[in-house]
Nanobody, 126 residues
């Protein structure tokens, strides 16, 4: 059974940066993806990006604004995916989740993802 454990997050001032981690276990093959999502209070969960583990191909959610502020990286030996977020603003305040699915694609949606991390709170405030 695949398990994802998240770490990172916390509180940061506007303009700051944070790195979130998502450590996975229980994968039975190298052909999987890790997606990052977030859910702000009173809003629906939205996608950020999805990265395929086998080759690092990354797909950004169509609705994501300023995608240049979000960078994904991987440590395959640790089966860990990182989400680096820069120039954070209060609108980025949300609970952030990672999740795993088969290989991702343009227009990926949360329903495609089977196993989810526990979520981590990111608060951007002065």
């Amino acid at each position: 059974q695949v398990q994802l454990v998240q770490s990172g997050g916390g509180s940061v001032q506007p303009g700051g940066s944070l790195r979130l981690s998502c450590a996975g276990s229980g994968f039975i093959s190298d052909y999987y993806s890790i997606g990052w999502f977030r859910q702000a209070p009173g809003k629906e969960r939205e996608g950020i990006l999805c990265v395929n583990n086998n080759d690092g191909t990354t797909f950004y959610a169509d609705s994501l604004k300023d995608r240049g502020r979000f960078t994904v990286s991987r440590d395959n030996a640790k089966k860990t995916v990182y989400l680096e977020m820069d120039s954070l603003n209060p609108e980025d305040t949300a609970v952030y989740y990672c999740a795993t699915a088969g290989l991702c694609y343009t227009g990926f949606v949360a329903l495609d993802f089977e196993s989810w991390g526990q979520g981590t709170q990111v608060t951007v405030s002065s």
